[in-house]
T-cell receptor, first 113, second 114 residues
Framework: GAGVSQSPRYKVTKRGQDVALRCDPISGHVSLYWYRQALGQGPEFLTY????????KSGLPNDRFSAERPEGSISTLTIQRTEQRDSAMYRCASRGGVRNEQFFGPGTRLTVL | AQSVSQHNHHVILSEAASLELGCNYS??????LFWYVQYPGQHLQLLLKYFSGDPLVKGIKGFEAEFIKSKFSFNLRKPSVQWSDTAEYFCAVTPPGTASKLTFGTGTRLQVTL
């Protein structure tokens, strides 16, 4: 596609449920990043991939959060046993080269009731 | 803690006024610097970036930023704002050795009035 796409755009779930957030990067982009943005804050790094390999997951808050990119293209961020504090905008970005910028998708607004 | 600071949280300007948004970072060594903008209802878009070379960087829509290494700053400027510049602006840094993961400031909400 022309840009980074994310689905769903909005997700409302009940506490304790699992959610899966999808990111479809720009075609051919090697690197894919996940960020989380709380209200009134800037995005915070969660994890990133080069191709299918997860290079850094230091930003994942705890073991309820996981991400995968099995074929080096689409990525899924999974949150198990959601809690209210997980409510945030989850942003995905992709990057084509070392000196290139990251292109962001529209984000998924997650609300945990 | 190492961080990115944006001192102006909410700025209100009249059209044609000049804009300067502050950004300071606390990392030593070589960094890459970015300004992103989020217009209402849209996703984050890159305004401009600095990797090396001329510390005065020009971006889209008449924005520019100056990297001052001695002050650890990368302030965003525009000589004359327009109503359409109403948006949230984020400064971001790629700290040394972090393979380009971005550390963002908290953002500045700019409101331009007619």
């Amino acid at each position: 596609g022309a840009g980074v796409s994310q689905s769903p755009r909005y997700k409302v779930t009940k506490r304790g449920q699992d959610v899966a957030l999808r990111c479809d990067p720009i075609s051919g982009h090697v690197s894919l990043y996940w960020y989380r943005q709380a209200l009134g804050q800037g995005p915070e790094f969660l994890t990133y991939f080069n191709y299918e390999a997860q290079q850094d997951k230091s930003g994942l808050p705890n073991d309820r959060f996981s991400a995968e990119r099995p074929e080096g293209s689409i990525s899924t961020l999974t949150i198990q046993r959601t809690e209210q504090r997980d409510s945030a905008m989850y942003r995905c970005a992709s990057r084509g080269g070392v000196r290139n910028e990251q292109f962001f998708g529209p984000g998924t607004r997650l609300t945990v009731l | 803690a190492q961080s990115v600071s944006q001192h102006n949280h909410h700025v209100i300007l009249s059209e044609a006024a000049s804009l300067e948004l502050g950004c300071n970072y606390s990392y030593g060594g070589t960094v890459n610097l970015f300004w992103y903008v989020q217009y209402p209802g849209q996703h984050l878009q890159l305004l401009l970036k600095y990797f090396s070379g001329d510390p005065l960087v020009k971006g889209i829509k008449g924005f520019e930023a100056e990297f001052i290494k001695s002050k650890f700053s990368f302030n965003l400027r525009k000589p004359s704002v327009q109503w359409s510049d109403t948006a949230e602006y984020f400064c971001a840094v790629t700290p040394p050795g972090t393979a380009s993961k971005l550390t963002f400031g908290t953002g500045t909400r700019l409101q331009v009035t007619l």
